[in-house]
Nanobody, 125 residues
Framework: QVQLVESGGGSVHPGGSLRLSCALS?????????VGWFRQAPGEEREGVAV????????YYTDSVKGRFTVSLNNAKNMLYLQMNSLKPEDTAMYYC?????????????????WGQGTQVTVSS
């Protein structure tokens, strides 16, 4: 059974940092899963933030977070991280971990079959 469990959200001042974690239970583990982070602010569409393939480990970022956020996997590929630096108020959202066995458009939420419950990130002064 595939499970995704996020942790690490919280409140931070602008310019601060947070690291989100997602515990991954993916089967079969040797498949090239696409895993990543999406976010949704109130009244907004869910948007893709950062995605990585468990085989190639090549990361992909949406333009608004390039140079500030880093997506990564641990060696066992059972933990996904999102290091968020230089946070801005517009980064405030519920952040979700997502996983898919196939891929069309990387940041299309409808490509992803599995989702975590979400963790809140709030950036304010």
């Amino acid at each position: 059974q595939v499970q995704l469990v996020e942790s690490g959200g919280g409140s931070v001042h602008p310019g601060g940092s947070l690291r989100l974690s997602c515990a991954l239970s993916l089967y079969p583990v040797d498949s090239g899963w696409w895993v990543g982070w999406f976010r949704q602010a109130p009244g907004e569409e869910r948007e893709g933030v950062a995605v990585i393939n468990t085989g190639s480990e090549i990361p992909y970022y949406t333009d608004s977070v390039k140079g500030r956020f880093t997506v990564s996997l641990n060696n066992a590929k059972n933990m996904l991280y999102l290091q968020m630096n230089s946070l801005k108020p517009e980064d405030t959202a519920m952040y979700y971990c997502a996983a898919s066995t196939t891929m069309g458009r990387i940041f299309d939420q409808y490509q992803y079959e599995y989702w975590g419950q979400g963790t809140q990130v709030t950036v304010s002064s």
